[in-house]
């Protein structure tokens, strides 16, 4: 167990560009999320997937931001058009639902996002 | 919509000390209850979590907590503050559907 990675740990990138950040779950686990946070707060809920279909999306995730997990393993979150409100922590974390309750979500170490 | 909250942003406990954590949720449905702790620059690592069953629960680290439902509390304590303690604890309900909501933190500061 390698636990869920993720990449870059941090980026630095000019308002307006395009940036894509990798999550690399835990193998065998179905279920993959995104967060973000911010200083101050607690992590806030942005999309998740089941497998390979993302199953719900928050009304933070604008249509500048984009998520997808092509083969139900590693996923991707692609924010276009980079704003200085977009300069967060984005967490990814997964999970196994096997129909039990309350299926423990293990973290990333997060991917630092500063748009400048 | 779930919502947790988490009073105080800054907590300061002695070394020693007890340390008290307190957590309410908004719902009449008792949902799933877990703790988190964020040290700097890492990501959330679970502690502790409230499914079914005992309503007191232990975690890592000396940690506990205990549900309550005519509170709707699920405060975590630990006997004794260490200065590895200090970190960021994060109160989460989910309701089924594996999707946590979190409260906004309390930030542990250890005293020597």
């Known amino acids: 167990d390698t636990g869920v990675s993720q990449n870059p740990r941090h980026k630095i990138t000019k308002r307006g560009q395009n940036v894509t950040f990798r999550c690399d779950p835990i193998?065998?686990?179905?279920?993959l999320y995104w967060y973000r946070q911010t200083l101050g707060q607690g992590p806030e809920f942005l999309t998740y997937f089941q497998n390979e279909a993302q199953l719900e999306k928050s009304r933070l995730l604008s249509d500048r931001f984009s998520a997808e997990r092509p083969k139900g393993s590693f996923s991707t979150l692609e924010i276009q058009r980079t704003e200085q409100g977009d300069s967060a922590m984005y967490l990814c974390?997964?999970?196994?639902?096997?129909?039990?309750?309350?299926?423990?979500?293990?973290f990333g170490e997060g991917s630092w996002l500063t748009v400048v | 919509a779930q919502s947790v909250t988490q009073l105080g942003s800054h907590v300061s406990v002695s070394e020693g000390a007890l340390v008290l954590l307190r957590c309410n949720y908004s719902?009449?449905?008792?949902?799933?209850l877990f703790w988190y702790v964020q040290y700097p620059n890492q990501g959330l690592q679970l502690l502790l979590k409230y499914t079914t069953g005992a309503t007191l629960v232990k975690g890592i680290n000396g940690f506990e907590a205990e549900f309550k439902k005519s509170e709707t509390s699920f405060h975590l304590t630990k006997p004794s503050a260490h200065m590895s303690d200090a970190a960021e604890y994060f109160c989460?309900?989910?309701?089924?559907?594996?999707?946590?909501?979190f409260g906004k933190g309390n930030q542990v500061v250890v005293i020597p």
């Open positions: 719902s009449s449905v008792p949902p799933y």
């Open positions: 974390a997964s999970s196994l639902v096997d129909g039990a309750a309350g299926n423990t979500i293990y």
């Open positions: 989460a309900v989910s309701y089924g559907n594996n999707r946590l909501a």
């Open positions: 193998s065998e686990h179905n279920r």
